[in-house]
């Protein structure tokens, strides 16, 4: 099968012919509904991609589909991909032209029928118990959404961290949507990212990533967590996050216009409001919280954002819309203060 088609193509590991001639074949393929949909993002990782897709097939759960989309790759990603759909009916594969990483993660979306869903970046890897351990801790808890913690992967060494001052006891925690919430906000416990977690499928029911925008793991995982019951936390270093300059994260960051920066903006605006509401609701120091609201955006906004914005002009108008948000906090904090 040509790589550089215009459409997305299913590829089920049988001729080209054969695919499109034998259409109950892919109707079979497709109807298969497995307990955990993985779904992997591929760009340009043909050094790290087998470590990825062998940590996968060796799973001690083995009820799983993988979906992996080949965001127009230009080296071997794409034939790797093709070698485990070839010799394993759970992996899957779509190639498509280059959407970047929420693009990817759509398609992926798009297709996946499990009951739970985890993201595994294409240069990462787990351990064998990854999906026995959350899914253990699923059943326990009944949380929408499981995380795990991660090691490091760095020229082929890892690295185990002392988690200890997050998780003293090392046992697991569970938040409510309000907690959680909070626990984002403040990044306590490192649980932003996509990958590293596994989350009830309901939870992507009519909703997709957000495209064109850099960071999109803490827009996206936001909106997860706003929808959620419950988050458990599992102290257990079972993801490997490998870390290196071309990863498809940091091949995504390129310069913003200021419309585009603004929509991840406006959705991160969106979630700051959501969360004042918790804070009454809990009863929380509202004072301390809203030093840590106002420390959080500019931090993240004013130093962070505004560098991925191009135009000189823009970024000073970036700079007068986060700081008349900021004002704008201030009166409604005011008001609930009277």
């Not at 074949?25 to 779904?39: D, N, Y």
């Not at 050094?47 to 989309?69: A, G, K, P």
Request: overall charge negative; aromatic content about 12%; some cysteine.
């Amino acid at each position: 099968m040509k790589k550089n088609l215009n459409i997305i193509q299913l590829i089920t590991g049988v001729d080209e012919k054969d695919v499109w001639d034998k259409s109950s074949l892919i109707k079979e393929e497709i109807v298969v509904v497995a307990k955990v949909s993985i779904g992997i993002p591929v760009y340009n990782v043909e050094e790290y991609l087998r470590r990825c897709l062998n940590s996968i097939s060796e799973q001690t759960f083995t009820d799983f589909e993988v979906i992996m989309v080949d965001d127009g790759s230009t080296d071997n990603s794409f034939s790797i991909c093709q070698e485990y759909v070839a010799k394993d009916s759970r992996f899957k594969l779509i190639h498509q032209e280059n959407k970047g990483l929420a693009g990817a993660r759509n398609t992926c979306i798009k297709n996946m029928h499990g009951e739970f869903i985890t993201w595994i970046d294409s240069d990462d890897k787990v351990k064998p118990d990854y999906l026995e351990k959350l899914l253990q801790v699923q059943v326990e808890t009944g949380a929408q959404i499981i995380n795990c913690i991660y090691y490091g992967i760095k020229d082929g060494i890892e690295y185990y961290y002392d988690y200890t001052p997050v998780y003293p006891d090392l046992k697991k925690i569970e938040l409510s949507r309000r907690d959680v919430l909070r626990t984002v906000l403040l990044d306590k416990y490192k649980i932003i990212a996509l990958w590293g977690n596994l989350v009830d499928s309901k939870l992507y029911k009519g909703w997709l990533c957000s495209q064109g925008v850099t960071f999109e793991d803490v827009d996206n995982k936001f909106k997860l967590y706003l929808k959620t019951n419950k988050v458990v936390l599992v102290p257990e270093q079972l993801y490997g996050y490998r870390q290196r300059n071309s990863s498809i994260m940091k091949a995504a960051t390129r310069k913003k216009t200021f419309s585009e920066e603004l929509e991840l903006t406006k959705n991160l605006m969106h979630f700051i409001e959501k969360y004042a509401y918790y804070m009454e609701v809990a009863n929380i120091d509202v004072e301390e919280e809203h030093l840590h609201i106002l420390e959080f955006i500019d931090v993240f906004f004013n130093s962070y954002r505004v560098d991925m914005i191009e135009n000189e002009e823009d970024k000073q108008r970036y700079f007068k819309y986060i700081n008349r948000y900021k004002e704008k906090l201030k009166r409604y904090w005011n008001m609930c203060g009277e």
